[in-house]
Nanobody, 122 residues
Framework: AQLEESGGGLVKPGDSLRLSCAFS????????IAWFRQAQGKEREGVAC????????FYADSVKGRFTISRDDAKNTVHLQMTSLNPEDTAVYYC????????????????WGQGTQVTVSS
């Protein structure tokens, strides 16, 4: 199983950005897939996931209403649409996947991408 993130960059506060995670070697029928982020000097934080909880999608409180996770099965890609970005969203964003996962706990995911940097600054 492999994951590759793309779409990071430098944006201004209030801007939007869409991240993509291309996956191979598994299907979302069997795996949960999630976005995490890690700001400099901070622990890795779960952001959103597909099939990791009782609902089809799940979001951390810090991004609820601003971020949307979606899937494109035809392209084996998961997106994270981020809106109303603020400097606190600055981090390296990682895509992660695993089977039989519950929740947004980094230790539970065995497959990780290399990350993509998102910087929100005026």
């Amino acid at each position: 199983a492999q994951l590759e993130e793309s779409g990071g960059g430098l944006v201004k506060p209030g801007d939007s950005l869409r991240l993509s995670c291309a996956f191979s070697g598994f299907t979302l029928d069997d795996y949960a897939i999630a976005w995490f982020r890690q700001a400099q000097g901070k622990e890795r934080e779960g952001v959103a996931c597909i099939k990791c909880r009782e609902t089809s999608t799940f979001y951390a409180d810090s991004v609820k209403g601003r971020f949307t996770i979606s899937r494109d099965d035809a392209k084996n890609t998961v997106h994270l649409q981020m809106t109303s970005l603020n400097p606190e969203d600055t981090a390296v964003y990682y895509c992660a996947a695993d089977s039989a996962v519950w929740g947004l706990f980094a230790y539970a995911y065995r497959v990780w991408g290399q990350g993509t940097q998102v910087t929100v600054s005026s």
